[in-house]
C-alpha cells in the first residue's frame, strides 16, 4: 500500500502505482470491460501467468482494481477498477495521445 508521508513528489506515488512493463497496460484492458484472469492473459500474451498475478495483486493492493470471486464450480473471478483505477483512464488517455504525437 501507497503511503503519502512516503513521497514529497506525487508523480513517484503515481509510477510506483502504475509503474512497470505490465501495469498500465493490465489497467488499460480491464478499464474496458470487466475481464476474466484467462480474458486478461488474451489481451496480454507476452505477460507470463504468474507475472500477471502478481501484477494483479499489487494493483489490488493499491486500490486499483477489484477482484470478484463467484461461488460457482470451477470457480469464476472477474476483475474490474474500482473508482481510483477509473480515475487514472484520463490520464493514460493522455499518455496514449503524447505518444501517437511523438513516435
Not at 13 to 39: C, M, Y
Not at 52 to 66: A, F, H
Request: proline share 5%; aromatic share 6%.
Amino acid at each position: 500500500m501507497i503511503k503519502k508521508e512516503n513521497y514529497p513528489c506525487p508523480i513517484q506515488a503515481v509510477l510506483d502505482i502504475i509503474g512497470g512493463k505490465w501495469k498500465v497496460n493490465i489497467l488499460w484492458h480491464i478499464g474496458k470491460d470487466v475481464k476474466r484472469f484467462s480474458q486478461i492473459k488474451g489481451d496480454i500474451p507476452a505477460i507470463t501467468k504468474k507475472m500477471l498475478s502478481q501484477q494483479l495483486k499489487d494493483l489490488e493492493e493499491n486500490g486499483m482494481v477489484t477482484r470478484k470471486i463467484y461461488a460457482e464450480v470451477p470457480a469464476r473471478v472477474e476483475y474490474s477498477l474500482t473508482e481510483k483505477g477509473r480515475s487514472i483512464l484520463p490520464v493514460m488517455e493522455a499518455m496514449c495521445e503524447w505518444g501517437k504525437r511523438h513516435l
